[in-house]
């Protein structure tokens, strides 16, 4: 586990093997993203919610279940929505979006290549009006 603390913003960050089944990121343990993303604790003014802390690269192997991040050099925090809706096809999606309003790595946004297709038709996000980080089939049915 690595816990930092930025700008009053605790971020804990945890190996998959520790996310509950079930819980609002467990579904992305099964992508290709998990090797660049780890599930996230983040307590801020008194509030706690889960999301993941998300590289832009693959973080490196570090051993057996999860890869183990010294520090969160170019991650972002961001949370798991399903439901979106691509606005050319209909097809449903789930979004990986940047957390907003934390004072916490915002600029470590621009290290990250953004989603530019929806995963169902192929069109543009600013045609699909999908604009997040990564874009996925929705797990929970489309
Ligand atoms: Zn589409």
């Given amino acids: 586990m690595l816990r930092v603390t930025v700008n009053g913003v605790e971020v ?12 609002p ?14 599930p996230a604790l983040v307590r ?3 509030r706690s919610f889960r999301c993941v ?7 490196p192997p570090a051993g057996p279940p999860d890869p183990a991040p010294a520090d969160l ?3 972002v925090l961001a949370q798991l929505v399903h439901g979106w ?3 050319v096809c209909g097809g449903r999606v789930a979004a ?8 916490f790595a915002d600029t470590n946004r621009r290290r990250h290549r953004w989603a530019t297709n929806c995963p169902h038709c192929g069109a543009h996000v600013g045609r699909a009006r999908l604009h997040a ?10």
Avoid: H, M
């Fill in 12 to 23: 804990e960050v945890r190996a998959w093997a520790e996310e509950p089944a079930g819980g």
């Fill in 25 to 38: 990121v467990a579904a992305l343990a099964d992508t290709e993203l998990r090797a660049r993303c780890l």
């Fill in 44 to 46: 801020w003014r008194g």
């Fill in 53 to 59: 802390a998300l590289w832009p690269e693959p973080l």
């Fill in 73 to 75: 050099a170019g991650a």
């Fill in 85 to 87: 809706r691509c606005r």
């Fill in 96 to 103: 990986l979006v940047a957390e907003a309003g934390l004072p």
């Fill in 133 to 142: 980080l990564v874009l996925l089939p929705d797990p929970l049915g489309s």
